[in-house]
C-alpha cells in the first residue's frame, strides 16, 4: 500500500491522503516477468487532485540484483458503477449509467533489472534512456510528470478493455510495454509527438502501424511474416518496418518475439500447462527450439516457472 500512497501524496494538491474506499484492484506477479497493481478507489470527499506520474529508479551498485523500475500513476475523474449488478455497466466505466461514482486509479508497475536487460542487449547506450534500462546510470532518482494524450490512452486501455484470460495476458502485456516506452520519454522531456517517418505525421500512417501490432498479438500462435502483415495493413514493408521502430522503440521481431516469450510465461506459471503444450499454442516446430527461445529471452528455462 505504500506505493499507492506515495503517488497520492503527489497527486493531492494539497498534501491531505483522502478517504477513500478500494472498489476493486488486478494484479500480476509472474516471476521473471511483468508485475504490475491496477487499484481503483471510490472517493468519498471531494478530491482535487493532477493526473500525474512518477517514475522511480532504484539503484544499487553493490547489489545488482535488487535494481528495479517503477512506474506509478494516478488518475482521476472517471466515473464507475456502484452497483455490481447493474445491467449497463457493470462495474465497467460509462457514461450512460446514473448510479456511476467518481473514482481514483492508482497503477503500479514493476519492472526488474533482469527483464529490462532484454530491451539493451547488444545495443550501443546513447542517452540516458538506455542507461536507465542497462542500469548503467549510477544514481538512483525519483522523478514526477504529467500525463500525455499517449499515456493517457494507453492506461484507458488499460482499464476499459473487455478482454479475459489469455487474451486479457496478451493485450495487458502489449500495452505495458508501449507505456513503458512513452514513460521513458519523461527522461528527455521529449514532445507528445516528433516523429522523424513522415507518413506518420498522418492519422493513417499511424492508425495502420497500430493495426499491425494488433494483427501481430492476434497470430501469437501462429506467425506471420512482414510481407504478410504489410498486406494486411495496406503499407510497404519498409515504412512498416520504420514506422513500427518509431512508434514502438523495437523491431517487428523482436517485439513479436517479445510478447510469446510473456504469454508462455502465463501460461506455465498461471495456468500450470505443460512445456510442451505451450510450445504447441505458440506455433512451434519443436519442444527444443521454443526452450531454446525461452531461455535466451528470458534467461530462464521453461521448467523454471512449472509450480
Known amino acids: 500500500m505504500l506505493e499507492v500512497m506515495d503517488i497520492l501524496r503527489v497527486a493531492h494538491r494539497e498534501g491531505?491522503?483522502?478517504?477513500m474506499t478500494l472498489l476493486h484492484q488486478k494484479e500480476q506477479n509472474i516471476p521473471g516477468s511483468i508485475q504490475y497493481s491496477i487499484r481503483r478507489y471510490y472517493a468519498q470527499h471531494p478530491w482535487v487532485a493532477d493526473d500525474t506520474g512518477m517514475m522511480v529508479y532504484h539503484y544499487n551498485p553493490y547489489k545488482p540484483k535488487d535494481n528495479y523500475l517503477e512506474i506509478r500513476y494516478c488518475t482521476t475523474g472517471n466515473r464507475y458503477c456502484e452497483e455490481r449488478s447493474c445491467s449497463m455497466c457493470k462495474q465497467l466505466p460509462t457514461e450512460n449509467c446514473d448510479g456511476k461514482m467518481r473514482t481514483v486509479d492508482v497503477f503500479v508497475f514493476h519492472f526488474t533489472a533482469t527483464f529490462l536487460h532484454q530491451f539493451v542487449h547488444n545495443v550501443k547506450l546513447s542517452n540516458r534512456k538506455d542507461e536507465v534500462l542497462a542500469f548503467k546510470h549510477p544514481h538512483a532518482f525519483t522523478k514526477v510528470f504529467g500525463l500525455c494524450n499517449k499515456k493517457r490512452?494507453?492506461?484507458?486501455?488499460?482499464l476499459n478493455h473487455s478482454y479475459h484470460g489469455a487474451l486479457e495476458n496478451i493485450f495487458v502485456n502489449a500495452k505495458v510495454h508501449e507505456l513503458l516506452l512513452y514513460s521513458l520519454d519523461c527522461l528527455v522531456d521529449e514532445k507528445e509527438e516528433g516523429f522523424t517517418c513522415k507518413f506518420l505525421a498522418d492519422e493513417r500512417?499511424?492508425?495502420a502501424i497500430y493495426q499491425a501490432r494488433d494483427i501481430l498479438l492476434q497470430h501469437i500462435g501462429?506467425?506471420?511474416t512482414i510481407k504478410e502483415l504489410s498486406r494486411k495493413v495496406a503499407i510497404n514493408e519498409c515504412y512498416l518496418k520504420k514506422g513500427f521502430k518509431e512508434v514502438f522503440g523495437t523491431t517487428i521481431f523482436d517485439f513479436y518475439q517479445q510478447q510469446r516469450m510473456e504469454h508462455a510465461k502465463y501460461l506455465l506459471y498461471e495456468k500450470s500447462l505443460s512445456v510442451t503444450d505451450v510450445s504447441a499454442l505458440l506455433g512451434y516446430s519443436s519442444i527444443s527450439h521454443f526452450s531454446a527461445a525461452f531461455k535466451k529471452h528470458t534467461g530462464l528455462k521453461p521448467c523454471d516457472l512449472l509450480k
Open 16 to 19: 491531505i491522503e483522502p478517504s
Open 153 to 158: 490512452n494507453v492506461l484507458d486501455a488499460l
Open 205 to 207: 500512417g499511424r492508425d
Open 222 to 224: 501462429d506467425p506471420i
